[in-house]
């Protein structure tokens, strides 16, 4: 297997999982330090911390994830197993490493699991469409 393609199947959640760790490693309060606040019209102050960037770039795998899983490549069964990792990797985080145990953690996870689901779901579904059914029935 070539680099570049052993690169395009490591589900990228697993990376933005693994920066949540590093953070949380950081410092008990990173994930939640603000890296923005801004004025609304409505006079409110919108705050927005690490913890969300690192959720809205979950986001973002998770499309790209999914746009991955409707290409039906022998290497596909790889991806899948790998998120699969990804998202047991991220449960047993959440419930054994107190830095994991956040509601920014769960999410993240969730989107793992999303991920796994998905995939599995638009392969099958693929799979599906590519088999040709005929009646071939003797008369």
Same mark, same amino acid.
């Given at each position: 297997?070539?680099?570049?393609? /052993? #690169?395009?199947?490591?589900?990228?959640?697993?990376?933005? %999982?693994?920066?949540? /760790? #590093?953070?949380?490693? %950081?410092?008990?309060?990173?994930?939640?330090?603000?890296? !923005?606040?801004?004025?609304?019209?409505?006079?409110?102050?919108?705050?927005?911390?690490?913890?969300? !960037?690192? !959720?809205?770039?979950?986001?973002?795998?998770?499309?790209?994830?999914?746009?991955?899983?409707?290409?039906?490549?022998?290497?596909?069964?790889?991806?899948?197993?790998?998120? #699969?990792?990804?998202?047991?990797?991220?449960?047993?985080?959440? #419930?054994?490493?107190?830095?994991?145990?956040?509601?920014? /953690? !769960?999410?993240?996870?969730?989107?793992?699991?999303?991920?796994?689901?998905?995939?599995?779901?638009?392969?099958?579904?693929?799979?599906?469409?590519?088999? %040709?059914?005929?009646?071939?029935?003797?008369?």
């Amino acid at each position: 297997m070539k680099l570049n393609q /052993f #690169l395009r199947e490591i589900p990228l959640i697993g990376l933005v %999982a693994l920066a949540y /760790f #590093l953070v949380a490693l %950081a410092g008990a309060e990173v994930p939640a330090r603000p890296l !923005l606040t801004l004025g609304l019209p409505s006079g409110a102050a919108w705050t927005f911390t690490t913890g969300e !960037l690192l !959720l809205l770039v979950g986001l973002a795998a998770l499309y790209i994830e999914i746009y991955k899983a409707t290409h039906t490549m022998r290497s596909t069964v790889l991806d899948h197993i790998l998120s #699969l990792g990804v998202f047991i990797a991220c449960l047993i985080g959440f #419930l054994l490493a107190p830095a994991l145990g956040t509601s920014t /953690f !769960l999410l993240i996870m969730v989107l793992s699991l999303l991920d796994v689901i998905a995939g599995f779901t638009v392969t099958i579904s693929s799979a599906r469409r590519d088999i %040709a059914y005929t009646d071939e029935r003797p008369r």
